[in-house]
């Protein structure tokens, strides 16, 4: 199983960044789908997760600016996020299957 994730950069507060999670070496499409953060000193943490339905989960901190999403088809799941503030600081990870994780991309938001 693979995840690579891509997206993440440098950007002011404010500002917006889109990540995607390609997956390869499973069948995608019956897997829900979780993106999680680590900011530096800090545990990882979820920060949203999409059943293999559909189903949307937000941790309260991310809710209304990130939005999670799916395409079965290329076998991507992506992260929306506005508004973005200096919190949001971390890297981001994403993860299917149980412990099948990627490398992680980096956001870095500027106040």
């Known amino acids: 199983v693979q995840l690579v994730e891509s997206g993440g950069g440098l950007v002011q507060a404010g500002e917006s960044l889109k990540l995607s999670c390609r997956v390869s070496?499973?069948?995608?499409?019956?897997?829900?789908v979780g993106w999680y953060r680590q900011a530096p000193g800090k545990e990882r943490e979820l920060v949203a997760d999409i059943s293999r339905l559909g189903t949307l989960k937000y941790a309260d901190a991310v809710k209304d600016r990130f939005t999670i999403s799916r395409d079965n088809s290329e076998n991507v799941a992506y992260l929306q996020m506005n508004n973005l503030k200096p919190e949001d600081t971390a890297v981001y990870y994403c993860?299917?299957?149980?412990?099948?994780w990627g490398q992680g991309t980096q956001v870095t938001v500027s106040a």
């Open positions: 070496g499973i069948p995608f499409s019956v897997y829900g």
């Open positions: 993860r299917i299957a149980g412990e099948n």
